[in-house]
């Protein structure tokens, strides 16, 4: 392996991943062989608290807890079986080389690298990718009932940008069987007495003592009552901000509010900008829709993807004058295998979603709205026969089903890009601990490992990676060290200031009686946010995005209407309560957008593309990842950076044409 | 088939779960058949909120099939009258214009109402606690193709597994038994060599757990079948009963 550093002109303000030494191979063994552990009879007296119970949360608290800490772990559903994890469809990736098509370590580190358009730290994704084939063993031991070939064996699919065969899945339900995999686990725990549940609970604030992290101020969402909790360390795994648009494919109560917490307390926010559209969703019907549905990338393994040749077929199509099947071979533009003829339908969602983006603007778009393009399995049927695509995505075109009402069997898909998942999040070292000591993130909710862009199947396994196999061994190098610390009061006088400030704003929000409910200030953000910060950017549109998110919040901070009382389950003063967090996010991102001066992985800033409209990276001086610190109420945040030092792959503009 | 309808809501309000609850009407003109049941109630929410009322609470997060936190009585029926589907799967294009629907929550005194459409369904976690798990620590596993699974109960376990643990068969049943979703999970684990090892203690400690937590015997109505948004079959229930006899046979 050439090893050349590829520095930049970045100016970093010195920000350190603290990330080990030595040869990219050799930096995670090294890290274990020489890092702090804690002895098993101190375990029983330090205490961690975990938010989330999610694929990375449920993973951490029930690894750490058989480690012998003692864990407090918390979730807003009213299981932890429920997280957002549960609801991904297609698979986890992991390097197992099973089907000897040429996978490996290094290829599934490289891949993820380029995927992430080269805006990844090297480190953690050969880490990544090295831990990946752990958690295949690992959810195999716990009974996931992964899809198997007829010998017994696992069996794999191939998944969006990539050119080997290394997806693991569950029909289409894999996040729910990995998910419950961690869940039984955590629940053994639970049993044990080894972690205490808090489920239909929300953590409103982190407790900062002395600069380290020792607890959290959560509220019970049952009786409203707010309450306090002590740890010697903090993690938070709370998943991503994809909510900030408002119609997402999350779950409705995904949220940033957990990490706009840890950013006022002083964390920072990393690559608030780097938000994944994914290119197969059901397309939005109307105004009153609450959320998006995804139709699982591995569709395009069999699906062909097309808009009609010409505009007057497209237009008879919205008119409802003609059906997707009247039009012959020849008058379909299947535009991905035409642009991109080595991956075809299996470009990375990126690509695929601003395609997509293209034709409909261009005026081929079909649906009665023009936003949507079809995902066409009559091939595959033809090939393969139908019960062969009802055994691999028979869930999945069921859902369609149920959805849209027509039968996928017989007429095409129709898909548009959907907000999905962030790649940026809460800035973490190579540790995965924030900017604040004793405070750590995992999961969806930090920045790590998947750069500008997140591959397919990817999301699992960084989750389960975390909370499996990274953070149990390297929260104990910062806990070696608190072992003489004993259990706090939470009577000190910072946890009485964090519940104060909580109260305050409660108070503030209960006390406004607007005339405007939480949802229709949160569709307003979020068509702002769709329009000016979605998947075509600009300066004008994201200077223009910033003023009306400024607009937005005076809004929210002045007609808001929350009825009842807040000592009292209340869902609009939980709503209310993430909206809050979703305008000071949604703020970033833009902000974020604007600074990144070049088009990379889901970033597209239309200023910066190439001759033929891919995204154009700027190396020289974009080369880093953002750090935004707060700077108090009021105050413009500060631009802090990381830089990004390639010293094992080359870049090179992405390529997946030839 | 027309595209907005209008309907008439006689749904349960209950401020918290010691007070006496009640159905209250509403009329909601002009839906579009194209929503969802719970977009539907997310209207009638912002209707609400829009005339300074509160709000009916009830449960949901994914909207996809797949996190069983949704739940309601629809017409009598969990998950309402569509067969395989979840509350936040059914649409108003399967409601005609002018047609009344009566929504309530689970009723069953296991899941204790919270408020108006909510109900506590921990009850569920604490019968996984009690053994729904194979006993592994993180790390030092066999590798994953180690062991050969047939395809035929990998399959089944993975039928099983579709469990979204939303209490709908227990909330049916006449006898509030619980049986369908403990036995879906003893089956899944059992039927994988990883789960073989314990399933007979497993079993008996989930059964038990069931017991102790209120939920009722079951006398194979078949009920939860029919109901069950994810079609999990009752066939998993004689298998649990082989691995609750083979606990019993060993004590
Ligand atoms: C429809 C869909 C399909 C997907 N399919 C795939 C796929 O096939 N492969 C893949 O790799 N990835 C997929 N993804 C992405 C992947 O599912 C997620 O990125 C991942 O599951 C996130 O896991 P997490 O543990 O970080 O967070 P989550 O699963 O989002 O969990 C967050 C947890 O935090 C809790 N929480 C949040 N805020 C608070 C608070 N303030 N207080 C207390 N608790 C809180 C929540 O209750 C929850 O328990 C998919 C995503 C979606 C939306
Ligand atoms: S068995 Fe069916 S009805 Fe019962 S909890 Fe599971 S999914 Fe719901
Ligand atoms: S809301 Fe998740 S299953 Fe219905």
């Given at each position: 392996m050439a090893k050349k550093q590829e520095s930049t002109a970045v100016e970093a303000t010195k920000i350190d991943a603290r990330i080990p030494e030595g040869v990219l191979a050799e930096k995670w063994s090294n890290y274990k062989a020489h890092q702090k552990l804690v002895n098993p009879s101190n375990k029983r007296r330090l205490d961690i608290i975990v938010v989330g119970t999610g694929l990375a949360g449920s993973s951490a608290a029930a690894s750490m807890a058989e480690l012998g800490f003692n864990v407090l772990n918390f979730c807003i559903q009213d299981s932890p079986r429920r997280a957002h994890s549960i609801a991904a469809q297609g698979g986890i990736n992991a390097a197992k080389n099973y089907q000897n098509d040429g996978d490996s370590v290094y290829r599934l580190f490289y891949d993820t690298i380029k995927g992430g358009d080269y805006r990844a730290r090297e480190a953690n994704v050969y880490r990544l990718a090295e831990v990946s084939n752990g958690i295949i063993d690992q959810c195999v031991a716990q009974g996931v009932p992964f899809a198997r070939e007829y010998g017994g064996l696992l069996d794999n699919r191939s998944f969006g940008g990539a050119q080997v065969s290394r997806t693991f899945y569950a029909k289409g339900q894999t996040g729910q069987q990995l998910l419950l995999g961690a869940y039984s686990a955590l629940s053994r725990q639970v049993g044990k007495g080894a972690v205490k549940l808090f489920s239909r609970y929300e953590m409103l604030d982190v407790v900062i003592i002395d600069g380290r992290a020792r607890g959290i101020i959560a509220r019970n969402l049952v009786s409203g009552k707010i309450e306090r909790f002590f740890a010697h360390a903090v993690v938070v795994g709370s998943g991503g901000y994809g909510n900030t648009f408002f119609l997402s494919t999350n779950a409705m109560t995904s949220n940033a509010s957990a990490a706009v917490q840890m950013y006022k307390k002083g964390a920072y926010i990393s690559n608030p900008a780097y938000c994944q559209i994914h290119p197969t969703c059901i397309p939005v019907h109307g105004e009153t829709q609450s959320k998006l549905t995804l139709m699982s990338e591995s569709l395009r393994n069999d699906g062909r993807i097309w808009v009609p040749k010409l505009k007057e077929d497209a237009e008879a199509i919205r008119a409802g004058k003609k059906k997707a099947t009247d039009l012959k071979e020849d008058e379909r533009d299947y535009y991905l295998e035409r642009r991109y003829p080595a991956f075809g339908n299996l470009v990375p969602r990126d690509v695929a979603s601003r395609a997509a983006k293209e034709r409909c603007d261009a005026g081929y778009g079909v649906g009665n709205t023009g936003l949507a393009v079809y995902l066409d399995f009559s091939s595959s049927i033809e090939r393969l026969g139908e019960n062969t695509i009802r055994a691999r995505y028979g869930n999945l075109f069921q859902m369609y089903e149920k959805i849209v009402d027509e039968n996928p069997y017989k007429m095409p898909m129709m898909i548009y890009p959907a907000i999905h998942?962030?790649?940026?999040g809460v800035w973490v070292d190579y540790e995965l601990?924030?900017?604040?000591?004793?405070l750590f993130c995992i999961g969806e909710a930090n920045f790590s490992d998947h750069g500008a862009n997140r591959l397919g199947a990817s999301a699992l396994m960084q989750g389960l990676a975390d909370g499996y196999f990274v953070l149990p061994y390297t929260i104990q190098n910062y806990l070696a060290d608190q072992i003489?610390?004993?259990?706090?009061?939470?009577?000190?006088p910072e946890f009485d200031q964090a519940e104060k400030g909580i109260r305050a704003k409660i108070e503030k929000i209960m006390k406004i009686q607007g005339d405007t409910s939480v949802d229709s200030i949160h569709r307003e953000l979020g068509l702002i946010m769709w329009d000016f910060v979605g998947m075509g950017r600009n300066k004008a549109g994201l200077e223009t995005a910033l003023e009306k998110i400024k607009a937005v919040r005076h809004e929210f901070w002045t007609k808001v209407y929350v009825p009842?009382?807040?000592?009292?389950?209340?869902v609009e003063l939980e709503k209310a309560l993430r909206m809050a967090d979703f305008i000071e996010i949604g703020e970033l991102i833009a902000r974020d957008a604007l600074m990144r001066e070049e088009s990379c992985g889901g970033h597209f800033r239309e200023e910066y593309q190439t001759p033929d409209g891919e995204a154009l990276r700027n190396d020289e001086e974009f080369s880093f990842a953002s750090c935004w610190k707060f700077n108090g109420e009021g105050e413009e945040p500060e631009l802090l950076k990381e830089a990004l030092d390639y010293e094992f792959v080359h870049r090179q503009q992405r390529n997946y044409k030839a | 088939m027309e595209k907005n309808i209008n309907l008439t809501l006689k749904i349960w309000r209950q401020a918290g779960p010691k007070v006496k609850g009640e159905f209250e009407t509403y009329k909601l003109d002009n839906?579009?058949?194209?929503?969802?049941f719970l977009e539907m109630l997310d209207i009638l929410n912002e209707k609400l909120v829009k005339e300074r009322k509160e709000p009916i609470a009830f449960d949901h997060d994914?909207?996809?099939?797949?996190?069983?936190m949704c739940s309601l009585f629809i017409n009598g029926h969990p998950h309402g009258l569509d067969g395989e589907t979840t509350t936040c799967q059914l649409h108003i294009r399967r409601f005609h214009n002018g047609q009344t629907i009566t929504i309530e929550p689970w009723r069953s005194a296991a899941f204790p109402v919270i408020k108006d459409l909510m109900v506590d369904r921990g009850a569920f976690d604490k019968i996984i606690q009690a053994g729904g798990y194979v006993s592994v620590n993180t790390g030092g596993v066999p590798d994953g193709n180690a062991i050969p699974i047939s395809k035929v109960f990998a399959d089944e376990a993975m039928d099983a597994a579709s469990c979204i643990g939303c209490g709908a068969c227990a909330a049916t049943c006449k006898n509030g038994s619980a049986m369908l979703f403990v036995a879906a999970k003893v089956s899944q684990l059992a039927l994988l060599p990883q789960g073989k090892v314990e399933a007979a203690h497993r079993a008996k400690a989930m059964v038990a757990k069931m017991d102790e937590l209120g939920f009722g015997n079951c006398t194979n109505t078949g009920a939860c079948e029919a109901e069950c948004p994810k079609a999990i079959s009752i066939s998993h229930i004689a298998r649990l009963n082989r691995e609750f006899l083979s606990a019993k046979f060993k004590d």
């Open positions: 998942y962030t790649m940026g601990q924030t900017s604040v000591k004793g003489q610390v004993p259990r706090l009061s939470t009577d000190l009842g009382v807040s000592t009292d389950l209340n | 839906v579009s058949t194209d929503n969802s994914c909207r996809e099939g797949i996190c069983g």
